[in-house]
């Protein structure tokens, strides 16, 4: 989408919420919405290195998903934890806990990268996208936390 200093942006650029110079999607880490944090003028994208793209485009693995995958095929890491990714949303989904609405509203798991860096943990929202509402999940053992 755009080509700056070896960086590409890959999406579309976002609302950063921010409200007191704070964005309100950060929960952990810094959360300052300045150009140094990635925030300009309320606004964020995501950037990969130049060096990490490829000619010829991967096949999208969302693109052989199940109809019960579906609500969640735009997860990180979906072709390696796909199953379980369902299993638990369907489970948040048959408990109330969540909606399908969340899952599609969120595409599905986020990698958690603030506090579980180094562990295949993952978070959605449910009922609103504020702290109180964030479900973690361990994608090795389907834990819910």
Do not use: H
């Amino acid at each position: 989408m755009q080509r700056k200093d070896g960086w590409v942006r890959i999406t579309k650029i976002y609302d950063a919420a921010c409200e007191n110079g704070r964005s309100r999607y950060v929960d952990e880490g810094r959360d300052d919405c300045i150009p140094a944090n990635g925030i300009t003028d309320g606004k964020f994208a995501e950037w990969v290195p130049e060096s990490a793209l490829v000619k010829i485009r991967p096949a999208d693995p969302a693109d052989t998903a199940t109809l019960d995958e579906k609500l969640i095929a735009q997860s990180d890491d979906f072709a390696r934890y796909r199953k379980s990714f369902t299993t638990v949303a369907q489970k948040l989904i048959a408990d109330g806990r969540c909606s399908a609405q969340d899952f599609e509203e969120m595409g599905g798991w986020v990698k958690s990268v603030n506090d579980y860096r180094n562990e295949p943990v993952y978070f959605t929202y449910c009922g609103g996208m504020t702290s109180a509402n964030k479900i973690y999940m361990n994608a090795a053992t389907g834990q819910v936390m």
